[in-house]
């Protein structure tokens, strides 16, 4: 009947020690761009014992001007789509960018961002393997691919419609748009580290967001995102956490006190 | 002499009532920082009724409401006021206070388990709460996307008191760690001295025995 007290102490000893983890890693995190704070809440599951559920709070967190051409910030719900070195989709609202040696638009990693970019992505068909009398036929799809020509300066406008401005002459030229996707439920997104999330089941596949100065979300050049942590939120955490854990150490004396009274007892009566 | 062995009794039962209030004592604890969390009351009661049911466990659950919490979440909801909000289980609808929902993948209201949330009176227009982002839950529960009616929450109300509902807030337990201690600490004295009875029965018998077995 009694046998689980302690296992149950135990186990939501170690519930507190992880959300003062997890309060810790918000705090190391509170300048680190496009962070997204991890969120402890427990719930009472079967028998009083708390079960804990982990998920990212995608709220918005500040937006501070950096104005760095490569720097974008998304003012609103919605994530980059960008293209990990094995081909996988991963989505990042980190927009600390910047440009290959082909003028390409790369993460601070170095992963090309999926662009928008008119014509499509054309179909690029090969023939292959001549031998015989077998004749191959080889189809890709190129992704698109955006490039900023050296000559030009880039003009990222709130749709993420990226334009080329050419400085001597003031001639404009629209070389694509960086793409933005949202999320039914982002808090199911999966993360890979670095900012970076991959799309799971429960997260639902991406869906376009509505971009634009009239939409919900806005792309913001020369601007960057950084940690969505308050501080005294933080500390307040920290401190209850605290507080619950050196319960727990109370009342893993006070069940130690009584094991040891049981046997005290027993032992000297007989 | 009758009635002496009835205090063995007296004690271990002592002893192990105490014991399953430090049980409760350690579920509040465990729980004190979760979502919607009621404490148990760890209450003793009088020797006759901890006899008629000493195997089952009872506890009354404090209804007093918890702190709201301020989260700023759209689909953080706290309910204040007496009552339950609804959630689809395994086995039908069950009540629940942790409001901390999220959309899940169908772009429908659902809980930290994906259970579910009852919403009642949906409007015919087929409205999903997905990519929209302006959506006001009032205070009666009416579920608003812009300016158009999605729907409302469905509430269990255990008694005539107005209800409302805060969006943005969650309710956190009213679990007090100071008065868990305090009665932690009693509860525990109260288990020592049911031992030392016990332990001071046990030596007058043993006195007992080994007296009056040595002249025989």
């Not at chain 2, 192990?16 to 404490?39: D, F, P, T, W």
């Not at chain 2, 009032?138 to 005539?160: F, H, K, V």
């Amino acid at each position: 009947m009694f046998g689980n007290m302690n296992y149950k102490a135990v186990r939501s000893a170690d519930n507190a020690l992880s959300s003062l983890n997890k309060t810790i890693e918000n705090i190391s995190n509170i300048n680190s761009v496009g962070y997204k704070k991890s969120q402890q809440t427990f719930v009472e599951a079967l028998n009083g014992e708390a079960s804990k559920h982990e998920d990212k709070d995608f709220s918005q967190g500040p937006l501070r001007k950096t104005s760095e051409l490569y720097d974008l910030a998304l003012d609103g719900p919605g994530f980059f789509e960008i293209e990990l070195s094995n081909g996988q989709r991963a989505y990042t609202r980190s927009g600390r960018l910047k440009l290959t040696a082909e003028g390409e638009l790369v993460t601070n990693e170095g992963y090309r961002v999926i662009p928008e970019v008119e014509p499509a992505g054309k179909p690029i068909i090969q023939l292959t393997g001549n031998s015989g009398k077998e004749l191959g036929l080889n189809i890709k799809v190129a992704t698109p691919k955006l490039t900023i020509p050296a000559h030009l300066t880039p003009e990222i406008l709130e749709d993420g419609t990226v334009n080329g401005i050419n400085e001597s002459t003031g001639e404009k030229v629209k070389l694509g748009k960086v793409n933005v996707v949202a999320f039914n439920n982002p808090s199911g997104l999966e993360s890979i580290g670095n900012s970076y999330y991959v799309s799971t089941k429960s997260s639902g596949s991406p869906i376009d967001a509505e971009v634009g100065p009239g939409g919900n979300t806005r792309v913001k050049q020369g601007y960057l995102e950084f940690g969505n942590v308050n501080i005294a939120t933080e500390i307040v955490n920290l401190t209850q956490s605290r507080n619950i854990l050196s319960a727990h150490f109370k009342l893993f004396k006070i069940i130690d006190k009584i094991y040891e009274n049981i046997h005290y007892t027993i032992s000297k009566s007989v | 002499m009758t009635n002496q062995p009835k205090a063995f009794g007296q004690s271990l039962i002592g002893m192990i009532q105490k014991l399953k209030m430090i049980n409760i004592i350690a579920e509040n604890i465990a729980n004190a920082k979760s979502i919607g969390y009621q404490r148990q009351i760890p209450e003793s009661a009088n020797f006759e009724s901890v006899l008629s049911d000493l195997g089952d466990k009872k506890s009354f659950r404090d209804d007093t409401p918890g702190a709201l919490q301020k989260t700023g979440h759209m689909f953080d909801l706290a309910i204040e006021g007496n009552a339950y909000f609804l959630v689809e289980g395994k086995n039908g609808v069950e009540p629940t206070k942790n409001g901390s929902f999220r959309l899940n993948e169908k772009g429908n209201l659902c809980n930290s388990d994906g259970q579910e949330v009852v919403v009642i009176e949906k409007t015919d227009k087929p409205l999903s709460l997905a990519k929209d982002y302006d959506i006001t839950i009032r205070q009666n529960g009416e579920i608003l996307i812009g300016t158009e009616r999605y729907g409302r929450l469905a509430m269990r109300i255990m008694d005539n008191k107005p209800v409302k509902v805060h969006q943005g807030y969650l309710e956190g337990s009213n679990v007090n760690l100071m008065n868990e201690m305090v009665t932690l600490a009693m509860t525990y004295r109260a288990f020592e001295s049911s031992e030392k009875m016990l332990s001071m029965e046990l030596s007058a018998d043993k006195e007992l025995i080994e007296k009056y077995g040595k002249n025989v």
